[in-house]
């Protein structure tokens, strides 16, 4: 069964901290990875977006790794913000033919403090 | 602005009422899907929609219908809605289901 693992479930930190949020998943056959910033009771945005052969992304402050061998994936993120508060959710694609082959992750509830 | 709109952003409903949550998008998007998100459970997938006339069941279906009868349009129907239909909902839209999705702003639905 196609499975997606955060940690942590949730993350308090201060404002101009970093932080590295974590992703293991067991998907299969892998198609790509993305992880999404969701603000409480809104639609998640989507950060980045990895295939099999990216190593490594960044948008703005938001760096992604990918590590395929392992099946790992991290999210760090630079220099925090009061406006970073948010779940953060890593999603899995499967590289069937399927239409329904998204695996979502429970999503890491992140706290930033000033 | 490139977007997904979805309506009505709020919802409270009583038990056997049908309800129709409309979604469009104007990206001219050919995927589309609805999600549910309840607490501790994460975003489920309800139905998924790989272009007009073509939808097909995602991991939670039952209780639900949509229909596709154009590009830009993915209502969600609810013939007979259940206190355990009571969620969060989201609409999204891709070019295909490799690439990113755009999410609604969500639909909050309360069914008593």
């Known amino acids: 069964k196609n499975q997606v693992e955060q940690s942590p479930q949730s993350l308090i930190i201060l404002e101009g901290k970093n932080c590295t949020l974590q992703?293991?998943?067991?998907?299969?056959?892998?198609?790509?990875l993305r992880w999404y910033k969701q603000d409480t009771g809104r639609g998640p945005v989507s950060l980045t977006i990895?295939?099999?052969?990216?190593n490594t992304k960044s948008n703005g402050r938001y760096t992604a790794t990918l590590d395929a061998d392992t099946k790992q994936s991290s999210l760090h993120i630079t220099a925090s913000q009061l406006s970073d508060s948010a779940s953060y959710i890593c999603?899995?694609?499967?590289?069937?033919?399927?239409?329904?082959?998204?695996?979502f992750g429970g999503g890491t509830r992140l706290m930033v403090k000033p | 602005e490139a977007q997904v709109t979805q309506n009505p952003r709020y919802l409270i409903t009583v038990t056997g009422k049908k309800l129709t949550v409309t979604c469009s998008q104007n990206?001219?998007?050919?995927?589309m899907s609805w999600y549910r998100q309840d607490p501790g459970l994460g975003l489920r997938q309800i139905y998924y929609?790989?272009?007009?006339?073509?939808?097909d069941k995602g991991d939670v279906p039952e209780g639900y219908k949509v229909s596709r009868k154009e590009k830009r349009n993915f209502p969600l129907i609810l013939e007979s809605p259940s206190p355990n239909q009571t969620s969060l909902y989201f609409c999204?839209?891709?070019?295909?289901?490799?690439?990113?999705?755009?999410f609604g702003q969500g639909t909050r639905l309360t069914v008593v």
């Open positions: 992703c293991n998943y067991t998907v299969s056959p892998f198609s790509n």
């Open positions: 999204a839209s891709s070019w295909d289901r490799n690439t990113e999705a755009f």
């Open positions: 999603v899995v694609s499967a590289g069937n033919n399927a239409g329904n082959m998204l695996t």
């Open positions: 990206m001219n998007h050919e995927y």
């Open positions: 990895m295939t099999f052969s990216e």
């Open positions: 929609s790989m272009n007009v006339e073509v939808t």
